[in-house]
């Protein structure tokens, strides 16, 4: 017995230095672990916050029609019914937030429709395509009403 | 008290409590306006392509960059249109072009009825269920959430680029500003408010379709269930959560 802990003072100092360690290392992780670490898994829980916390910049449809409620039954009338407001009109979130501070915007159709319409091939058979050199003029919204396109655009009074 | 009023006072103190914190809630507390809070384990996100509805606008290029501030240049993606022309008698060598990802639009390229297959492929980030990247991260700055999606930690992130390696399907990037890694994120702050992702919300003929596989009454399981589906690359088992529909053999 006596020869086994002969040299107790190795042991303490041993034990000393572990102890030492386990500290240095609890201080560590405790200082370079963020908070939240492990609660889901191998990543920080806020994280999880941080990507919901990103703003929106398009409002979505039925944001659109709790104010711009005539809209959607016109569109209904055509074929561009099942296409959202954003798709065409583009972000308009701020808008949508308060319609006094930023404005609605008018897509220009000549500009807009072709971005859909433009023939390719490698578009479905079935879509709707013109080539605008031999279509029938630049100016698709004289003929087509963008909201319901199978219609001449109603006159204004 | 006898024992018999005691329990039926008790009984109706205990039937009362929940409807009078119910009531306290939505009386007292003003109404809850806001949708019911976001559940993370009521939720398990995916997202269906239908080859067969995409015209290749680029309606989702725009408003992905859009909505996430992913930078116009150099050219990264979130989300991009890649146009297939295949041969049908070189099936293994498909001519596939993306320019600027599709954001432009395809200026036309082939001529139709020469016997070759042409069509579009919108790609994203699969939020695999297995992923390989989450696996390289050293420090834990991308993960997949409770509910099925693949973030990104940006304040955690070292920018060292094992993810972006790591990756089979080119779904990620180093954000040329922040230097961190960034790469779709199913637009979480979207999702978790109701809304629909930003491509999703501006796809005119609803080739994209987001989807929650833990709701029963999702349209995406009888999209599932009717179509042939196919992930990108199934032999790399990464529990791919992107499914395409109408997909040819030729795409990578």
């Known amino acids: ?40 898994g191998h990543y920080r829980a806020g994280a999880l916050a941080d990507n919901r916390a990103y703003p929106v910049k398009f409002a979505g449809r039925d944001a659109c029609v709790e104010c711009h409620t005539d809209v959607p039954d016109a569109l209904k009338a055509g074929k561009h019914a099942r296409i959202r407001c954003e798709a065409c009109h583009g972000p308009l979130a701020a808008h949508a937030q308060d319609p006094t501070k930023a404005k609605g915007v008018k897509p220009d159709p000549k500009v807009l429709c072709v971005k859909c319409h433009l023939a390719n091939v490698a578009k479905p058979q079935g879509f709707p395509q013109i080539d605008p050199k031999e279509h029938l003029g630049p100016n698709c919204g004289e003929c087509h009403d963008p909201h319901v396109p199978g219609q001449e655009p109603q006159k204004k009074g | 008290m006898e024992r018999r009023a005691f329990l039926e006072a008790a009984g109706k103190v205990l039937l009362l409590t929940p409807a009078a914190a119910a009531a306290l ?34 309606n989702c290029v725009r408003a992905c960059k859009t909505e996430n501030d992913v930078p116009l240049e150099p050219y990264y993606f979130r989300t991009w249109v890649e146009r297939y022309h ?74 060292c680029r094992y993810c972006v390696q790591a990756c089979p399907y080119g779904c990620r990037y180093i954000h040329p500003e922040r230097q961190t890694v960034d790469k779709c994120s199913l637009c979480y702050h979207r999702i978790t408010k109701g809304l629909t992702t930003a491509c999703c919300e501006t ?50």
């Open chain 1, 1 to 40: 017995m006596s020869r086994l802990f002969g040299h107790k003072e190795h042991l303490v100092r041993m034990a000393g230095l572990f102890a030492a360690g386990i500290l240095v290392f609890l201080l560590a992780r405790a200082l370079f672990v963020p908070k939240g670490f492990g609660t889901y």
């Open chain 2, 25 to 58: 809630e939505h009386g007292l507390l003003g109404s809850t306006e806001n949708p019911p809070e976001y559940k993370q384990a009521d939720h398990w996100w995916g997202m269906a392509i239908d080859i067969g509805k995409c015209i290749g606008c680029g």
């Open chain 2, 203 to 252: 796809c005119p003929t609803g080739a994209r379709m987001l989807g929650d596989l833990k709701d029963p009454k999702d349209p995406i399981h009888e999209f599932l269930r009717v179509n042939m589906v196919q992930v990108l690359k199934p032999q790399m088992a990464t529990g791919s959560k992107t499914w395409y529909a109408g997909l040819d053999g030729s795409v990578r």
């Open chain 2, 86 to 159: 295949v041969n049908p008698d070189d099936q293994d060598h498909p001519e596939v072009d993306s320019p600027n990802g599709g954001y432009d639009g395809f200026p036309e390229k082939y001529r139709a009825g020469d016997g070759t297959k042409n069509f579009f492929v919108p790609k994203l980030c699969n939020h695999c269920a297995h992923s390989p990247c989450v696996q390289v991260c050293p420090v834990g700055a991308t993960f997949e959430s409770p509910d099925g999606v693949v973030l990104v930690d940006r304040t955690y992130c070292l920018g």
